[in-house]
C-alpha cells in the first residue's frame, strides 16, 4: 500500500458567529492552517460572502423596475434582496495548496460551519483540529481523519468533540 494522502472533514457548531461571519477572519483562518500545517500557498486564499451575485441579482432588478415590469415574482426578489441586506449570510474560502487544498463554508444562522482539507503530503490531523476548535470557539463537532491508499483501504478514525473533550467514535453510515 502507498500512502497518498490525507483528508480531514469538519462539521462544527461555535458558540459566537463573528469568526464564521466575516471574511477576514476566515481569510486569517486560511493563512494560518497552511502555516501550521507547512503547507505552501498558491495563491492567497479566496474568501467570498453568500450571495455572490446580490449585485447582479439587484441590478437585474433594477432593469425590470425601470422597465415597469411588474409581476409578484420581481416584488419578491425586492423584498428579498432587501431583507438579505441586513441579514446574516455564509461564507465561503478556499486555499489551494501546492499539496492539495482547504476549503470551508458557513451558515451563520445556525451558527454552523463545514470544513474540507486534503493534502498528498502528509500532516497531524490534530494540529488542524486544535486550530479549528481554538479560532472559531467550537462548541460540537465531528470530526473525520482519513488515511488515503493506492492499493488498499483507506483508514477512517471519526472523533465527537463535546463539552470541551474530543472522543474517538466509529464512522457511521446512516441507513434510508
Not at 476549503?103 to 502528509?122: M, R, V
Amino acid at each position: 500500500m502507498e500512502f497518498v494522502g490525507r483528508h480531514i472533514m469538519m462539521d462544527a457548531t461555535v458558540r459566537d458567529i463573528r469568526k464564521i461571519n466575516a471574511i477576514q477572519p476566515i481569510y486569517d483562518y486560511m493563512e494560518e492552517m497552511a502555516r501550521q500545517l507547512d503547507m505552501t500557498l498558491v495563491y492567497p486564499p479566496i474568501v467570498a460572502r453568500f450571495p455572490f451575485a446580490q449585485s447582479e441579482l439587484e441590478q437585474f432588478v433594477k432593469k425590470l423596475s425601470e422597465e415597469n415590469v411588474k409581476s409578484r415574482t420581481l416584488e419578491f426578489m425586492e423584498e428579498t434582496l432587501k431583507r438579505r441586506a441586513t441579514e446574516d449570510s455564509g461564507v465561503s474560502g478556499v486555499s489551494i495548496w501546492l499539496e492539495s487544498h482547504c476549503t470551508i463554508h458557513t451558515w451563520p444562522e445556525e451558527k454552523f460551519f463545514s470544513l474540507d482539507a486534503y493534502s498528498c503530503k502528509d500532516f497531524d490531523p490534530m494540529v488542524a483540529f486544535e486550530l479549528t476548535i481554538k479560532w472559531f470557539d467550537v462548541e460540537y463537532a465531528s470530526f473525520v481523519d482519513v488515511e488515503r491508499y493506492i492499493g488498499g483501504p483507506c483508514v477512517i478514525k471519526a472523533y465527537e468533540y463535546k463539552n470541551g473533550k474530543l472522543k474517538p467514535c466509529e464512522p457511521s453510515i446512516p441507513t434510508k
